[in-house]
């Protein structure tokens, strides 16, 4: 492998280190819940998509039906998230409740804060590096997933 590959494979395997840290201990938007960083993905997922049901918010994710249900139980025990049937009981939108969307705002200012060098990177960049970026993280993610979706099957 060449040397500049390998600096660029150690600095994106640094980042997802560093950001697992950064997610590892639950944190508090302004609840007095403290949430994981899964819960607040999935809090920001129903906040940003309306009236998503759990399969669509399972796709939206990458994770299984079964690993969302059980994150949405939590969140719904936790007075976060509100179901709410359309025409049957399979049928069950999500979406957030009050003290969900306090938490939804309390995300997007810390997401702001952690992310505000990244706004100056990207003002920075031309269009054809932003593609370029943008085509590596679109062909990574959907790498990831078939890792993941093969490790479920596998165990």
Request: hydrophobic content about 40%.
């Amino acid at each position: 492998m060449n040397k500049e590959l390998q600096t660029l494979i150690d600095l994106f395997l640094k980042i997802l280190h560093l950001y697992s840290v950064i997610n590892k201990k639950p944190k508090d938007y302004g609840t007095g819940d403290l949430l994981y960083f899964t819960e607040i993905h999935t809090i920001t997922m129903v906040g940003k998509n309306k009236k998503i049901n759990v399969t669509r918010l399972a796709e939206v994710m990458g994770v299984t039906k079964g690993a969302i249900s059980q994150t949405i139980k939590k969140l719904v025990s936790k007075n976060l998230i509100l179901k709410t049937n359309l025409r049957n009981r399979k049928e069950v939108n999500l979406k957030l409740s009050e003290k969900g969307r306090l938490v939804y705002k309390g995300q997007k200012s810390f997401q702001k804060d952690i992310f505000t060098f990244a706004a100056a990177l990207y003002k920075r960049g031309t269009p054809e590096q932003r593609d370029l970026v943008r085509r590596l993280f679109i062909e990574i993610v959907a790498n990831m997933q078939m890792r993941v979706k093969v490790q479920e099957s596998a165990g």
